[in-house]
């Protein structure tokens, strides 16, 4: 039997993470919007979790390192993603502000497990698994390992368009979206939050965005709201 890897047992504690959070928010029974409209069901997690762990040992044949490279200090792993998480969540804030934005998250303490569980799942979603396959197909497999670096540009934007446009399109059916230039003020900046978790991805591996997201989400959904609402 192959033994785990160290980067295998983090990406595994993350999995479990997120099954503790669903199991945690559903067991108090959150009815929730967002929740409500979440893809998070428990198929969809087993889902994730299987084609993730593929991801995390594919990823280094499409150049990415791994979780828990070496060569990689936590400052760049861990720290940096902290600070940029907290600074893109002051960002969201004064847009919120300006735009008069209405209460959109979940209530504390419902909002830990509730974000907790959604920021490593949609992480895993929207970027470890469509950025490796497709960075590793195109590069590795049908250019025969070249242009590696202009691959992974074009499937980082392609993979930056995935949430704003599930969750444009979410805020919309919930009825709480109903200016077009909010829209699309709020599709470029979800957009623009994507991109920078994959750039941590692609420079300091998969645990780096997923702290940069539990870094914002911990202001912009839990701290925040409990302060101003």
Excluded at 48 to 53: K, L, N, P, R, T
Excluded at 130 to 155: A, D, H, N
């Amino acid at each position: 039997m192959t033994k785990l890897t160290t980067s295998d047992q983090i990406f595994l504690g993350l999995i479990l993470l997120m099954i503790l959070g669903k199991t945690t928010w559903e067991y108090f029974n959150v009815t929730h919007p967002i929740v409500q409209e979440w893809t998070g069901s428990w198929s969809a997690i087993i889902a994730v979790s299987i084609v993730g762990f593929i991801c995390i040992k594919l990823a280094g044949k499409a150049g990415f390192p791994d979780i828990w490279d070496k060569s990689i200090s936590n400052k760049h792993r861990v720290a940096i993603p902290i600070i940029l998480g907290i600074g893109f969540s002051t960002i969201e804030i004064v847009v919120g502000l300006a735009l008069q934005l209405p209460n959109i998250h979940v209530a504390f303490p419902n909002s830990i497990p509730v974000y907790l569980s959604g920021g490593i799942f949609l992480e895993i979603l929207y970027h470890l698994i469509p950025v490796v396959i497709l960075t590793w197909l195109m590069s590795s497999v049908i250019l025969k390992g070249e242009r590696e670096t202009e691959v992974f540009i074009l499937v980082a934007i392609f993979a930056s368009l995935l949430e704003p446009t599930m969750q444009i399109m979410g805020m919309c059916q919930m009825g709480m979206l109903k200016n077009m230039i909010f829209a699309g003020g709020m599709f470029i900046f979800i957009f623009a939050g994507n991109m920078v978790p994959i750039t941590l991805f692609r420079k300091y591996g998969f645990l780096s965005p997923v702290v940069w997201r539990l870094a914002d989400y911990s202001i912009w959904h839990v701290i925040w709201p409990m302060i101003y609402y």
